[in-house]
């Protein structure tokens, strides 16, 4: 038995993340006492018409979500309660759609810092109607082994631990969320646990008091005392004393209140909960309400640390007198356990999982990412660049400063080459079509292939091939004219032996100005001595020179188109950002620039 | 509940209506010459010069001075303006108001209770409330009913006020629970409410308390909200009210000058036992702390730094209850990277800590902190099955300490 949640409370949850974290741990409880999960929807507008996932045991139920209260209640009848998760600003107007759903007898609002003023019109409203406002700020409500609703009881070992899968015989009412929990706990290792444990909010104006509560637990016939957590501030105490001294009860009442600290404090200081403040004429001290409660009856030891012996010495008392009668204690061991998740159980060592992928270049599971193992702000902080980065990404090699220099200069020479090369001339018509920044830029991208910028992987191919076979270069360009065709990185369209490309020369003097062995671009050069006797225009170009180089610092073949790519996205993002800047227009070809070779307009004939 | 000083808190009860003295802010003494210029009732009439400050007991420091001519305002907010009161406190504002020549002091209040507003008033008001308080009268309205005039008419006859002074003090009643009722108030008490010489009720003083959690629609609340601890915040205080309003969750911290025992508690209710429990064993407590809500662990460090740079500690109480969601691994996280760095800057020496917690990861959190002793951290940790308070037995008493 118990008060407010049974097992029969069926919960839609108003709001999103903070709601379905609460729904997750209502379903481990209804897991633990083997009850189907008390949460039949959601309301969020944001997310109305989806669903949202929550786990229960090992499986994920599929929540609905919905607009309105109405909409919940009317597609599901079994509602008879909401618990109210969204934020301060909107909490009260949850609560009033809550309130007025003719099918929703309880309302429990987990949302802190709602106005006052909300707090006591819900209140009223509620009172008006029969139904029970709980909260605000409330930590939620717990019965044991029948119904959870919110987080209160805490992760599934405490529910274990406090015996919450079963019902004991004490009911809890308290302010505080985190002492609902400590006094669930000392119910059941200095007793045999609880009924019902209600957090009301530490709020001034809870908008269900100790006394409503303390009536439905006399009606309770499962409970047989009540604990309850006050502190200074208000006077619900006293009402609860009056209460207690009113007439006889059945149930005892064991209360512990805080705040006498502020006797021994400067006068005007306070603190603890919105509701913990002592009146302004001294009214509601933690001493004058303990002394209400002991002269009504109630039990109220001198501080926190004898609530556990007080309650230990009362259950005793209540067993012997025959009011209680002790349950045999449950085999914990044969309770359900919440399914580890894969991370939990791996952890532990319980399953071995067989990788998806597998890599070597990067991880980035601490607190910030490793390249080839080195954290990247190490890197930093000792002064390393951005090629040094890409040495490790690509190559998993870390580059010296020299070789990093070179690398800088080949991406700074093929970054861009204009306008008119087909993998800019596509991100601009893609740029002026509307297409945004990353499919402009990949529609450059694939242009790239055997005749736009491919020539780099092919000349570091054969270049490679050649120096592997030691071949000399004439036996290289016989090999090349009889089997492959044009050699790869050798000729231009207009440079030449007489009109030298100045990029080539000046990375060829900078290379060469330096102490790294460099085979690959002596033998490329060596190629050039011939072809260019040959003829004029068959120079080293550009494409054959940076690969030449690169194979020469080690990467291999098929990373060096990425030298291309990675210096060309910088362009095509340039070319991209500049017609958008000039809000160009969608480009459309001019007639005059194609070629109509079609036939002259024919009649269509019959379908036959 | 908030405090609101007594320059906004008077322009509140202007806005809905209310009779209030002309008055002026001043945090410079340079702006008290273009005021005097802008405003004629400086020049014209009897000043009163106040410090704007949550100090208590501004009398006895000195700190309001009435009857001034303009020359004699000028000096008093010169002599006031910067100055030291005390406990590294100064005077930073002042507020220059008219004095209000009058007859007769009344009393007006409204009060929030638990089912809706108690409005009360007496026919007596300044000093002279305090020792004839069974003659004030009282209207009970509840929440979302309009007052009743008939029924604040019938209090004003029984307080008793002059027969022709009654509809005035209804009217001003009637505007003084609008005001409640409007702007979210919690407390509003106007001690004196004054006859003016012309005939008009004024509010010579008023407290206004409002609840800080309406603020979000109040955008016309322009002010700060002052401390209720007849002192001004300190900077710690600021700082981590500061950190506090734009976190997930709650920190909380209060200075209370001369403890031994500091206290970096978990929770708004189990704190506030702690606290009991060090006063119950004879300790001074050094300060109110409290995390709750699963705040970042960011925050709880800062809050951490605080409570360690606390002058003359000799223990810190990290204490707990059963937490229900906060995570106990990630909150002391913070807690210990705040130690850490205490101890690094020479802070906690001879400094004791006593650790109590459960909760969400409770055997990791509590660990982590069993570790630090193997840092030369002087730490003593225990979990759920030490009950809640008896780490500061332990801690004050030595009683138990194994």
Known sequence: MSIVANADTRVVIMGGPAGTNAARRMGEFCHLIKKPLNVVAFVFPPDAGKTFEIPYGAQLVSLPVYRTVAEATAAHPEINATVIYVGADRATKAAQDALADPKIKLVSMITEGVPEKDAKLLAKDAKKRGKVFNGPSSIGILSAGESRLGVIGGEFNNLVLSKLYRPGSFGVITKSGGLSNEIMWICSQFADGVTTAIGIGGDAYPGTDFVSYLEMFEKDPQTKAVVIVGEMGGNLEEQAAAWLGAKKRRIRLIATISGFCQEHLPKGMKFGHAGAKEGLRGEGSARSKTDALRAAGAIVPDTFGALGPAIEKLYRELVETGVIAPVAETDAAALPRLPKSIDQAMKSGDVMVEPLIKTTISDDRGDEPCYDGYPASELIKKGYQIPHVIGLLWNKKLLSAQEAEIVKRIIMLSADHGPCVSGALVTIIAAGAGINMAQSVAAGMMMIGPRFGGAVTDAGKWFKYAVDQKLTPEAFLDYMKANVGPVPGIGHRVKSVKNPDKRVAELVSHVKSLSIPMPHLDFALQVEKITTAKKDTLILNVDGTIAAILVDLGYPVESLNGFFILARTIGFIGHWIDQKRQGSRLIRLFDYLVNYATPKRRDVPPLT | ?402
Request: proline share 4%; charged share 25%; glycine share 10%.
């Open chain 2, 1 to 402: 509940m908030a405090k609101v000083l007594e320059g906004p808190g008077m322009d509140l009860f202007k806005k809905w209506g209310m009779a209030v003295p002309n008055h002026v802010v001043l945090t410079s003494v340079d702006q008290f010459d273009p005021l005097a210029q802008a405003n004629a009732w400086m020049r014209n009439g009897k000043l009163v010069v106040k410090a704007h400050e949550a100090i208590g007991s501004r009398m006895k420091l000195g700190l309001v001075k009435v009857d001034l001519d303009l020359a004699g305002a000028k000096k008093a907010v010169t002599e006031m303006l910067g100055k030291n009161v005390g406990s590294g406190l100064t005077v930073s504002q002042v507020i220059v108001s008219e004095m209000v020549p009058h007859s007769a002091e009344y009393y007006l209040a409204v009060k929030s209770v638990r089912e809706g507003a108690d409005l009360m008033l007496a026919s007596v008001g300044g000093i002279e409330i305090e020792s004839q308080w069974d003659k004030v009268q009282h209207v009970a309205i509840e929440v979302g009913d309009p007052a009743l005039a008939a029924e604040i008419e019938a209090a004003a006859k029984k307080a008793g006020f002059a027969k022709d002074l009654v509809p005035k003090v209804v009217e001003f009643a009637l505007k003084l629970h609008q005001c409640y009722d409007q702007e979210d108030a919690q407390y509003l008490e106007i001690n004196p409410l004054v006859l003016s010489a012309s005939g008009e009720l004024v509010a010579l003083d008023a407290v206004t308390l409002l609840d800080a959690d309406a603020r979000y629609r109040h955008p016309d609340w322009n002010f700060t909200f002052a401390s209720e601890f007849g002192r001004p915040y300190t900077s710690d205080e600021r700082a981590i009210m500061e950190i506090d309003s734009r976190v997930k969750g709650s920190v909380k911290f209060i200075e209370i000058p001369g403890g031994d025992t500091a206290l970096l508690p978990a929770g708004g209710g189990a704190s506030v036992f702690y606290s009991d429990a060090v006063v119950a064993r004879g300790g001074k407590i050094a300060n109110y702390a409290e995390y709750s809500g699963d705040p970042p662990d960011w925050a709880v460090e800062a809050l951490t730094d605080k409570v360690c740079s606390l002058p003359g500690i000799k223990r810190i109480i990290v204490g707990g209850a059963i937490a229900n969601f906060t995570d106990v691994k990630k909150t002391f996280t913070g807690i210990i990277a705040g130690f850490r760095r205490a101890k690094a800057d020479g802070k906690l020496k001879d400094v004791e800590i006593w650790v109590r917690r459960g909760g969400p990861k409770e055997a990791e959190g509590l660990a982590a902190m069993r570790a630090l002793e193997d840092e030369g951290f002087n730490i003593h940790v225990y979990d759920r099955y030490t009950p809640l308070t008896d780490i500061v037995d332990f801690a004050i008493q030595g009683k138990g300490n194994p």
